[in-house]
């Protein structure tokens, strides 16, 4: 090569046959282009084992004989297809075929290429979206079964409030028969209290007369009786007291022909005597029971003569009267230093010919207990006995009996 003479001739060096327009040699021009082809159908087999793999996961890969069957019954390259052999070093051999014009491969058939890779990854994406799809269903398909499970316990719920709601309304209308039938008897209970009140009143004013009755009666059967006190017991056992009173009422009381009595008898307790502050002797009261009433009064109009003495005379009253009379002695007295004329009979007090009422309650009329032996002592009777024991008797006295 003479540069040079070619430099100063001014001709351009005509190129030799064995190099084309880049400068290069034939040679390397295949041998370049030999190995651009290599290296697309390598990454194009890699892609397809990526895809077949895909496929085969999901079951829907279908076998490379039916990929690759409609590309070898195309009639373009059928006949290159017989001519030649398949490639057995190379992977996609089995899809591409060698020939001897694969360096004259056109943009056609790399575009072709190109476009399956690209539909395989548009597989690829509709696989994965259709996996996501399977997934999405799947948890739509749980949904749906907790649903129909939820569902079916709203249903039991909804049953058991209709049934408890059915209870609630039995439970309500038996509240209300409740509530009538309570309204019934608070009713009838108001008017059994109210009956009970008055029955009580009534039976209160009943017993208070019936009280005041008993009195009464009690105290006109011992109008006729006298109680003597102060007379000396004997110490033998055969006392006379019938004959003991005589002997007193014709001596202390100066009556030569004393009245006649049914019967007399010693009643209450022992209790002393003293004269000059001195024990004198031991006595008991005597109760006598005249025939009539003047005879009575005969032997009391003398008791005035007993004055300043040991004995007492005085008439004999039930114990509630006593009590009153009792009750009523200050006043009496009271009256008497007045100079009023006064008088008490029974359990009344007379002042100038009016019945005195005391201002304050008398005591012990609200509540009345009577024993039987003091009561028989404090009266002058003998005790009655049943089954040889003493009765007791506890009464409630009625309310203002004093008051007319």
């Known amino acids: 090569m003479n540069t040079k003479e070619n430099r100063n001739s001014g001709r351009k060096r005509k190129k030799s046959k064995g190099q084309n327009k880049s400068n290069t040699s034939h040679e390397k021009s295949r041998r370049k282009l030999n190995e651009s082809i290599e290296s697309k159908k390598t990454t194009a087999t890699q892609d397809m084992n990526e895809h077949n793999n895909t496929m085969s996961t999901f079951g829907v890969s279908p076998s490379n004989d039916q990929q690759c069957t409609p590309r070898l019954q195309r009639p373009e390259i059928q006949h290159i297809q017989q001519q030649n052999q398949i490639t057995p070093n190379i992977p996609m051999g089995e899809y ?36 996501q799809m399977f997934q999405k269903l799947y948890v739509v398909d749980q949904i749906s079964a907790k649903l129909d499970t939820f569902e079916t316990k709203i249903n039991g719920l909804i049953e058991n409030v209709d049934k408890l709601s059915n209870r609630m309304n039995n439970i309500e209308g038996g509240l209300n028969e409740v509530k ?3 309204a019934e008897m608070k009713s009838a209970t108001s008017n059994l209290q109210r009956e009970l009140n008055q029955g009580m009143a009534t039976m209160k004013q009943n017993y208070s007369e019936l009280f005041e009755r008993h009195l009464d009666l009690q105290t006109r059967s011992m109008r006729d009786n006298l109680v003597f006190a102060g007379l000396p017991v004997s110490e033998s056992d055969d006392e006379n007291t019938e004959s003991l009173l005589i002997e007193f009422m014709k001596k202390e009381l100066k009556l030569n022909d004393p009245p006649d009595f049914h019967r007399a008898h010693r ?28 005879g009575r009064e005969i032997v009391r109009n003398c008791g005035r003569l007993l004055k300043g003495s040991s004995y007492g005379i005085r008439e004999q ?7 009153r009379r009792k009750f009523l002695w200050p006043y009496f007295k009271e ?3 007045q100079k009023k004329k006064v008088s008490l009979k029974r359990d009344k007090l007379y002042i100038d010919g009016r019945e005195f009422n005391p201002p304050n309650e008398r005591q012990g009329d609200n509540e009345m207990v009577v024993d039987s032996q003091t009561r028989y002592d404090f009266e002058g009777a003998r005790p009655k006995k049943r089954n040889g024991l003493n009765q007791r008797v506890t009464q409630i006295g009625p309310q203002n009996r004093h008051d007319k």
Do not use: W
């Not at 209790?271 to 025939?291: H, W």
């Not at 009253?317 to 009590?323: D, R, V, Y």
């Open 96 to 131: 591409y075929v060698s020939s001897p014009f694969q360096h004259l491969m056109n943009p056609v058939m790399h575009s072709t290429m190109n476009q399956g890779h690209d539909i395989n990854s548009k597989i690829d994406k509709l696989v994965q979206c259709v996996d």
């Open 180 to 182: 009538i039938e309570q």
């Open 267 to 294: 009643f209450g307790g022992m209790y002393e005597v003293n004269v000059n502050g001195e024990l004198a002797y031991r006595s008991r009261n005597i109760v006598c029971r005249f025939k009539n009433f003047k």
């Open 317 to 323: 009253f039930p114990k509630e009267i006593n009590e």
């Open 335 to 337: 009256a008497k230093i």
